[in-house]
């Protein structure tokens, strides 16, 4: 802060002196006032940063990387998990295109989650396999194998907003939601159809992200993601995920049989129905590894 020109010695020299209420007044009228009154001014600039509004954006951020957290805790332990799942692709005019798959699911040790997804038709990607590496603090490993070139292929990781097999969902849709990923902001608590709910921004950490924020709708009593709001780069709502049915296994763990991705932007939507979801089958990282994507089964 400067001080006006007129006291800026005297305040700047009773300040160095701390004998503010003993410095001459009589050269300059009102002088021990404006002194004052600059004291004043400069503590509140120096204040500033923990003012009120500086204080309640800190304590949003505390509370939704909380929220987060106790997300992935409840979470942690699942080990390893299989399911199949059909794929439904809707265009804008209501066509329908149907897909059907096997996924397998590897918890991380210190690190995201690995997934593994089989397709199983029609002909035209039967054979087509998926691989995901999550990684909680730097960039995802993917691969994609296609089966007509024998070959596997790396996503890299600036095609992540690209759409995963012609669906609604991304490449970076399909990792797991590791905590480090993101900032949040806890923005308030809500209820709808009787459930309690709390609400929660996260704006993705990674410069290469297809999106600037999202907005999840966090169940209380559960800690699962009820809805999440994809905004893009520009800001403008993009996707909505609204996962359902959720069922409960091994006492614990609580999985989504329905997620639905609508894409506001383009009027199409995807549809995953999954079942016979199974944990604990016995999984090891060698089922997880590029080299076994072509005998994947």
Not at 105 to 129: N, Q, S, Y
Not at 254 to 277: F, P, V, Y
Request: with cysteine; proline share 5%.
């Amino acid at each position: 802060m400067t001080f006006p020109p007129w006291e800026g010695a005297a305040c700047r020299r009773n300040i160095q002196d701390k004998r503010v209420n003993d410095r001459p007044t009589s050269a300059v009228p009102g002088a021990g006032a404006q002194c004052a009154l600059a004291i004043a001014l400069l503590a509140a600039t120096a204040l500033a940063p923990f003012s009120s509004p500086v204080r309640a954006a800190q304590a949003d951020a505390a509370r939704g990387l909380e929220i987060a957290r106790e997300m992935k805790a409840r979470d942690r332990g699942f080990g390893d998990s299989s399911a199949t799942m059909k794929m439904r692709l809707i265009d804008a005019s209501g066509g329908e295109n149907l897909r059907e798959l096997r996924v397998k699911t590897l918890e991380g040790k210190g690190d995201g989650d690995k997934l593994l997804a089989i397709f199983e038709a029609p002909a035209d990607v039967r054979g087509t396999v998926f691989l995901s590496h999550t990684h909680a603090d730097r960039a995802d490993d993917q691969w994609l194998y296609l089966p007509a070139l024998k070959r596997v292929k790396r996503i890299a990781p600036a095609n992540k907003s690209s759409p995963f097999m012609g669906s609604e969902f991304s490449y970076e849709d399909l990792a797991s939601a590791e905590v480090q990923k993101y900032t949040y902001a806890y923005r308030g608590d809500e209820s709808h159809t009787g459930e309690a709910r709390f609400l929660l921004e996260r704006v993705p950490v990674d410069a290469e992200s297809g999106y600037s924020r999202q907005l999840v709708w966090v169940d209380k009593e559960r800690y699962v993601p009820l809805k999440i709001e994809y905004y893009d780069r520009r800001g403008e709502k993009l996707k909505t995920l609204t996962p359902q049915d959720y069922r409960q296994y091994l006492g614990r763990y609580w999985r989504a049989h329905e997620a639905r991705m609508e894409n506001h932007q383009s009027g199409k939507h995807t549809i995953l129905l999954l079942n016979d979801i199974r944990f604990r089958q016995g999984l090891s990282e060698q089922d997880f590894v590029p080299a076994s994507m072509a005998r994947a089964r």
